[in-house]
């Protein structure tokens, strides 16, 4: 599909057409939503350093995350 296409696409077209592309986003933005849920119960049941640690692995999810982002874009930019 090329950048012509996409601008045929309707709003939700165009999102279910990102998500065909690279699914790996959505599980790494699911994966960051989980850690950060987790943080903030060990945090909540005063469990400091796991929700320290909890708080440092949603930090490399999130990098992950925006590097396959960025990835994503460079590799389609090049088809």
Partial sequence: MGTRDLENLDAE??????????PLVLCGAIATAGVLCAGLLAFRKGDFNRSQQ????RVGFQAAT???MV?????QGKT
């Fill in 13 to 22: 077209d165009m999102f279910n057409e990102k998500d065909r592309r690279n």
């Fill in 54 to 57: 909890m708080m440092r692995a």
């Fill in 71 to 75: 990835g994503t874009v460079y590799l």
């Fill in 66 to 68: 925006v590097a396959l």
